[in-house]
């Protein structure tokens, strides 16, 4: 009876740790950029943010940049999402893009070697997907253009077949966000520092 009982635990524990395996998920790219320049503009300003081309945001994107922007000391007050009714002469527009891309070949070769034998290799089978993203800044004064540039950067995840993307998706978010959100920062201080010059 004892001995019955081991033996279905460690088949139960088998099976269990089998099933997770065909979950798992990889994350590279996008690690977190550290500003290089320090620096602030100082001042009010109004943020302006397009996020349409991001259809993995969920219209966090300006909200992620607007903290960002405020942590590293860009800007002493940043106006975003609502405009106040005296804004502010400095205006930073965002126009952010993402690109998504998956392997398609690769997918359909893996996807007939698991089928072919009967889901044994999944939880081994990896799958590929890039999160390109890119922004372009444009910082305003007034009806000058002080300054126009662009910012990239990209997320790669391998997963395995029954990896859950609402999982994964999250943490590309969170690092793609939190990398372009340095990025501009930082070139927003070489970019006043620029203009003083």
Known sequence: MIRARRTLTIAAIGLLALANTGCWHFLTGASGYQ????????GAALLRVNEAGFYWSN????????????????????????EPVDPPSVVLEVEAVGHFDEAVTWAFIGATI????????????????????????????????????????????????????????????????????????????????????
Do not use: W
Request: glycine letters at 6%; charged letters at 25%.
């Open 59 to 82: 219209g966090s994107f300006g909200e992620v940049l607007r903290e960002a922007l405020l942590a590293q000391d860009v800007f002493d007050e940043i106006h975003y999402p609502v």
């Open 114 to 197: 698991t089928g072919f034998f009967y889901f044994v290799p999944m939880p081994i089978v990896p799958y590929f997907q890039s999160y390109d993203s890119e922004c372009l800044v444009r910082l305003r004064d007034g009806d000058r253009l002080v300054g126009e540039f662009g910012v990239e950067t990209r997320a790669r995840v391998t997963h395995a077949m029954f990896a859950n993307p609402e999982t994964y998706v999250e943490k590309v978010k969170e690092r793609t966000f939190r990398d372009l959100s340095a990025r501009i920062a930082d070139e927003l201080v070489a970019l006043s520092i620029a203009a003083v010059r």
């Open 35 to 42: 500003p290089s320049s320090s620096g602030s503009i100082g």
